[in-house]
């Protein structure tokens, strides 16, 4: 346990993974649930850049990519909430239920 | 650098992390949650500098914190937080929801465990001296200089996609 | 001025026809008198006439190798561009109809006769009628009938002839409801019209057939057609088309079974009587079967039921007379009778005898009718024989003119009727097939009868003791010189028109005839060219057994002795309450015979549909009505029947199309659809967190199957 492996690191970032998902899954506050995702993306970041200790620079690499792809998916993500708070003046995502049956 | 108590600010920072996290989505005040989630990114980029990637912790400063953590306090502002306030934190699924992902955690622990061989060590080895920026930088711009394209395409149509989104009037 | 009056004859038809038109437009108007000298002048003048036109004829007769003389007037139908066109059984023809007159010594006897009594009728209606009402509307009813009349005998085809037969109908239906307001009148009337119709229609299916077959109706044409040797005796078609001109001739002439109009058309006014019921126009019959001699004898079945016919009708009605108590009655049976004896001459082939009992019989039956209206006038209207009696010293000119008819009638030599019904039993004796000597014994029982019956009538009318009221006897006198004067001429020819047919065996050499020979030469002609059995020779030829002929003749003379005497002896002194030989010793019989053997009780059963059994219709029309019940309920239901038949397999189809087709099939299939996909689309809540929850699943799911791996 004293010896940092990189199994630690694995289980840190499978927590935060979890955490993540039960956020997506269970918050009702869309900003909230856009927050957990970007939770998920940490986890994986720390994934990769755990794994490039081991294998090289690709992992670092890799999770830059990750970081811009996370901004810009926030970007346009917190768009569309803005556009949809103007129509509907509600931030919760289970009132958002018109694509039905 | 030479490594000093490499264990103690291990179990530190992945504390952080893991409990602001927990915090960050069981806050019911979404500004609340936002600072819970950059004290877990700040965590993070510490993580990373243990991990010798001192490059990915200085963008994930930068970029991670500086710049979509303040994007998210903006929208927050901007959507009504009374009202946010008032009303149930979870919905109706979370009981399931919550089950569903400690069996995925569950899974993961499995995977782990049934897997371990195939990790190289398990002991980190020192790192060699160099300047970690210039080799990043060096593959980023050599090996993966296409995906580097690809993503500031990406970056520029999320631009305009945000503002498209943001407009009253197309 | 060469043979004017025969380029005239049209004019003896229209004479009367314009003195009935007169009558029509303005005879209201003018007196009595004028209407006396309208009408019947204009009768006398068509008399003179026609002897002209006789006398004429015989001249051209001899210059044209006894060929009939023929005028056509007008062409009625038919055309010449052949669109009427038919196939017959010797080539197409096209039927063509014309107004035509024809002359030969056939229609010569009959246009003498008509014009003759008829001219003398209308004299004797003057009186008769003088003191009725109406008195135009009779004359011209009169005049009427005597165009129509003459139209019928001078006719040169079946369709001409048949207008003139139609007409003398309408005028018989006219004249016998001439007292229309006596319900019994206007009934017999509309009685003879409508057994005459029956007749007619015979009459007009034996035309067409004939048309058809032979391609013409003119009698030269047929007769020349007949001649021609393309048919053989006993032909079926123109069998059939005698068979059926004989039910017209039934018809008009009163033979069984269509006689039962005569007796009730006594009903009319006498002279109508005589002139239509006696003289003319029941003899059409025997004019227009005389007229086809050509046909019929090719066709000797049908020759054979006429003489039956006419010999069965001569029998029955002199049987039917015998126990009549109505004067006229009498003399309208003895007229059926009579007619009997002239179809039966027909039947056996003797023409020539026929005719002349058609001649004499005309002029003593008018007589007898003349006299009973002069007895009628004198008994003040009283016309039942059993009021009568003892009128011979106070009506002398009527009872002794009707003497010399009574004597005639029964056949004594040497009057009119003793030659003519002599010739007739003679001829039916001698023709071949044995049951004809059948015939000659009905013929003689039938002569004994006339004998009786016309002797009763004599004897209660004349001779035995009066039994009238004293009121009548008061007011008996004898009639006026228009009256007598008609009746002393007509007994003149009773007494001797005989001696115009006097047979060979009695030393004449009958020239009747002989005058009638040519009419008749078309039939020899069609024996010729059948090259069939001469046999059935020409009654004008030598008679080869005379004693035969002797000893008939003495048997019919003992027959009118014999009645004579048995006439004499039941009724000679007859008396107030006199009793009936008959109703004495077989009053069944008498009931039958005086009930006319109930015939009219019988056709009122079978045809007029008045009687019913209960709801029942009796006879022809509740055939009628049963074929109309059978048809509304069972046909009609069939109909029906079918019809809901359908319409319930129809809703049957309906039912299977509706639970079925679109039940199981169509929605069954919807509701499946619908059901079995309302789980799926639950899933789809639009919350999408669910999605994502879904998604978890789904990646454990691939997590552990890994795993399990």
Known sequence: MLQIGIAHYLVVAACLFILGTIGVLTRRNVVVILMSIELILNAVNLNLVAFSRLYGLHGQVFSIFVITDAAAEAAVGLGIIIAFFRNKETVNVDEVDLLKW | ????????????????????????????????????????????????????????????????????????????????????????????????????????????????????????????????????????????????????????????VAIVGAVVMAKKRI | MHFWFLEHIWLIPLLPALGAAAMFFFGRKVSKRAVSVICVGLVVVAFLMAVACVWQYTDFAAANNQAPFQKSVYTWLGSGSGQGDYGTKTGTAAFNVEAGFLLDPLSAVWLLFVTGVGMLIHIYSI???????????????????????????????????????????????????????????????????????????????????????????????????????????????????CIALFVGACGKSAQLPLYVWLPDAMEGPTPVSALIHAATM???????????????????????????????????????????????????????????????????????????????????????????????????????????????????????????????????????????????????????????????????????????????????????????????????????????????????????????GVPHSLGGDNRFEKFLEPSFAASEQVMAGEAAAAEAAAPAQEEHTNSTEYLLMFASVCAAGFGWWLAKRNYGKADEGYVEPLSASVPPVYNVLFNKYYVDEGYDYLFTGRRTLGPVRLGVMGLGEASSVFDANVIDGGVNGAGWLTRAIASLSVLWDKWIIDGLCVNGLALVTRVASYPVRLLQDGQVQWYALAMVGGLVGFVLYYLWK
């Open chain 3, 282 to 500: 029941v003899t059409a019959g025997v004019y227009m079967v005389a007229r086809s001699s050509a046909i019929f004898t090719l066709a000797p079945e049908a020759m054979k039921l006429v003489a039956i016919i006419g010999a069965l009708t001569a029998i029955f009605a002199a049987s039917i007379a015998l126990v009549q108590n109505d004067i006229k009655r009498v003399l309208a049976y003895s007229t059926v009778s009579q007619l009997g004896y002239m179809f039966l001459a027909l039947g056996v082939g003797a023409w020539g005898a026929g005719v002349f009992h058609v001649f004499t019989h005309a002029f003593f039956k008018a007589l007898l009718f003349l006299g009973a209206g002069s007895v009628i006038h004198a008994m003040s209207g009283e016309q039942d024989m059993r009021y009568m009696g003892n009128l011979w010293s106070k009506v002398p000119t009527t009872a002794k003119t009707m003497l010399i008819a009574t004597l005639a009638i029964a056949g004594v030599p040497p009057l009119a009727g003793f030659f003519s019904k002599d010739e007739i039993l003679w001829q039916a004796w001698r023709s071949d097939a044995g049951t004809l000597k059948l015939l000659w014994a009905v013929s003689f029982a039938a002569a004994v009868m006339t004998a009786f019956y016309m002797f009763r009538l004599m004897y209660l009318t004349f001779w035995s003791k009066p039994r009238m009221t004293e009121e009548v006897k008061h007011h008996i006198h004898e009639s006026p010189k228009s009256m007598t004067v008609p009746l002393v001429v007509l007994a003149f020819f009773s007494l001797f028109a005989g001696f115009l």
């Open chain 2, 1 to 156: 650098m030479t490594p000093v108590a490499t264990p103690f600010f291990f179990y530190l920072l992945s504390a952080m992390a893991v409990l602001s996290g927990l915090l960050v989505i069981t806050r019911k005040n979404p500004v609340h949650s936002a600072i819970f989630l950059i004290v877990t990114l700040l965590s993070l980029a510490g993580l990373y500098l243990m991990l010798y990637a001192p490059f990915v912790a200085g963008v994930q400063i930068i970029l991670y914190v500086g710049g979509i953590m303040v994007l998210f306090l903006f929208v927050i502002m901007l959507v009504n937080i009374e009202r946010a306030e008032k009303e149930h934190r979870f919905n109706k699924q979370w009981h399931v929801a919550t089950l569903a992902a400690l069996l995925l955690g569950a899974l993961f622990v499995t995977v782990y465990y049934r897997g371990t061989d195939l990790l190289a060590q398990r002991i980190l080895p020192a790192m060699p001296e160099s300047s970690n920026t210039q080799s990043v930088g060096t593959m980023l711009y050599g090996t993966y200089m296409l995906p580097f394209e690809i993503a500031s395409v990406l970056l520029l």
């Open chain 3, 127 to 241: 009186g008769y009628m003088g003191h009725e009402g109406g008195y135009y509307r009779f004359f011209g009813y009169m005049n009427l009938f005597m165009f129509a009349m003459l139209t019928l005998v001078l006719a040169n085809n079946y369709a001409l002839m048949f207008v003139g037969w139609e007409g003398v109908g309408l005028c018989s239906y006219l004249l016998i409801g001439f007292y229309f307001k006596k319900h019994s009148a206007s009934t017999a009337a509309n009685k003879a019209f409508i057994v005459n119709r029956i007749g007619d229609a015979g009459f007009l299916l034996g035309l067409f057939t004939l048309a058809w077959y032979l391609g013409s109706v003119k009698f030269t044409d047929i007769a020349h057609t007949l001649a021609s040797g393309n048919f053989h005796v006993g032909d079926p078609i123109l069998t059939a088309a």
